[in-house]
C-alpha cells in the first residue's frame, strides 16, 4: 500500500518469532463452552480463537464479541462456541511474504492462521504484524 516498507519475511518466520517469545496456538472446539472460552482466552492473554475441527477452522470467537453476547444473554456462557461463532479466520501458507497480510488483517477479521503442510500451526494477529512492522532495525 506504499505506506509500510516490510522486510522480507515470511509469514513462517513471523510465526517463528513469536513462538520463541514463548507464543503458541490456543483453540477451541465446537462443543467447547463459551464459558471455557472466555477462560481460554483470559487465562492465556488472548482476544480471539480459531475455532478448530479435525484440523480445520470453521469459525472463531473474538473476546469482545463474546463478552457482549453473553452480557446479553447469560445463559449462552453453558452454549457451545458453535451456536455463538464468528466466521473463520484466513488460512496462509508459512511461505508467504508477510506484505501479503496487510489486506487480510481488516478490521473485522484480526487474524490469519498459518498453514504448514497439512497442519495449521499458528496464528497472526494485527498486532503481530503492526509489530513487525514498527520493530526498529
Known sequence: NGYFVVERRTVGELLDSKERDGQTLVSAKPTTSVRMALSAL????????PVLLAGECVGSV????????????PKLLDSPVEEVMEPPFPVVDGFLPVERL???LTRRNAAVLVRRGDAIEGIVTRYDLIRTLTAVK
Do not use: I
Not at 483470559?42 to 480463537?49: E, T
Not at 473474538?62 to 444473554?73: H, N, P, S, Y
Open 42 to 49: 483470559s487465562a492465556h492473554d488472548v482476544s480471539q480463537l
Open 102 to 104: 496487510l489486506p487480510l
Open 62 to 73: 473474538a473476546e469482545g464479541e463474546l463478552m457482549a453476547k453473553v452480557l446479553e444473554d
